[in-house]
């Protein structure tokens, strides 16, 4: 599956941006799909994911109450509303696919799909 993602850019403390990842090639449906974040000088850290049937949605502690996941199946996207974002938000976004279960851990892994990262930057 190919993953291209959308949405980042620059933003005050306090703000909301939204983030959309477009998914082609596979069926998406088949995919749990989910959100990374990398910042400066940090390692990649796991965001929000939503199950394959969009009933289930996780979090980070760091985005819990300020962010929201949903997939759309008809246009094969997946978004990620940000608000009340904080200058420690600042990190390149990336989307992730995955055909088993380590997104619903809050885990990493290199065998997930990536996309290409968006830049969100926030000022304060």
């Known amino acids: 599956v190919q993953l291209q993602a959308s949405g980042g850019g620059l933003v005050q403390a306090g703000g909301s941006l939204r983030l959309s990842c477009a998914a082609s090639?596979?069926?998406?449906?088949?995919?749990?799909m989910g959100w990374f974040r990398q910042a400066p000088g940090k390692e990649r850290e796991f965001v929000a994911a939503?199950?394959?049937?969009?009933?289930?949605?996780y979090y980070a502690d760091s985005v819990k109450g300020r962010s929201t996941i949903s997939r759309d199946k008809a246009k094969n996207t997946v978004s990620l509303q940000m608000n009340s974002l904080k200058p420690e938000d600042t990190a390149v976004y990336y989307c992730?696919?995955?055909?088993?279960?380590?997104?619903?851990?809050?885990?990493?892994?290199?065998?997930?799909?990536w996309g290409q990262g968006t830049l969100v930057t926030v000022s304060s």
């Open positions: 939503i199950s394959r049937s969009g009933l289930t949605t």
């Open positions: 992730v696919a995955e055909e088993g279960y380590g997104l619903r851990s809050r885990r990493y892994s290199e065998s997930y799909y």
């Open positions: 090639g596979r069926t998406f449906s088949n995919y749990d």
